[in-house]
């Protein structure tokens, strides 16, 4: 199975700043399937990048993914009061995974 | 509006099974792959199966292989996850999740609760 690893654990920020969340995969994901997922607190997650780079219907343009191989990034450009949440990423070839989580707080 | 509503969650003591069942509306069921994702009380997000829309490819994670089983009934747009041999480890929320990457198109239900306890 490929295992997801997010770094940071916990990523204390404040609103306007620049947020960059990164995962590394313990081997290559295929044909860049991966995806990142925002999840609050009694809320499903909700899909905002797939594809590695291509953001979900809907999801605001300050949302970016890039990446491919085994390292991927989700940035932020500038943090509204809305994106702090728990961020997942998620590859979705074969025997899907997820990776554990970063959590985005307020500074 | 698209809606995918779970059912079938609740209390069951450990070893007894569990019917997990979810309806689909609002969208072509029979065009997208469906999955089941759970989520332990304040812990991450883990897969736990998938099938293809057409029924012909299912997979499941190692941690409940043998013991779930996933299937689905295009007619009636639902989809089911029959769970046996429960275990402690089995308490979490699981979340219907339909699926077509290709198209970005990925649907969450709101989630049904299994607690597997004595």
């Known amino acids: 199975d490929i295992v997801l690893t997010q770094s940071p654990g916990t990523l204390s920020l404040s609103p306007g700043e620049r947020a960059t969340l990164s995962c590394r995969a313990n081997?290559?994901?295929?044909?860049?399937?991966l995806a990142w997922f925002q999840q609050k607190p009694g809320q499903a997650p909700r899909l905002l990048i797939y594809?590695?780079?291509i953001r979900a219907t809907g999801i605001p343009d300050r949302f970016g993914g890039s990446g491919s191989g085994t390292d991927f990034t989700l940035t932020i450009s500038r943090l509204e009061p809305e994106d702090f949440a728990v961020y997942y990423c998620h590859q979705y070839g074969s025997s899907p995974t997820f990776g554990q989580g970063t959590r985005l707080e307020i500074k | 509006d698209v809606q995918l509503v779970e059912s079938g969650g609740g209390l069951v003591k450990p070893g007894r099974s569990l019917r997990l069942s979810c309806a689909a509306s609002?969208?072509?069921?029979?065009?997208?792959?469906m999955n089941w994702v759970r989520q332990a009380p304040g812990r991450g997000l883990e897969w736990v199966s998938s099938?293809?829309?057409?029924?012909?490819?299912?997979y499941h994670a190692e941690s409940v292989k043998g013991r779930f089983t996933i299937s689905r009934d295009n007619a009636k747009n639902s989809l089911y996850l029959q769970m046996n041999s429960l275990r402690a480890e089995d308490t979490a929320v699981y979340y219907c999740v339909a699926s077509r990457w290709y198209f970005g198109s990925v649907y969450w239900g709101q989630g049904t609760l299994v607690t597997v306890s004595s």
């Open positions: 099938i293809s829309d057409d029924s012909d490819y299912i």
């Open positions: 609002g969208f072509t069921f029979s065009t997208h792959a």
């Open positions: 081997q290559s994901v295929s044909s860049t399937y």
């Open positions: 594809d590695a780079s």
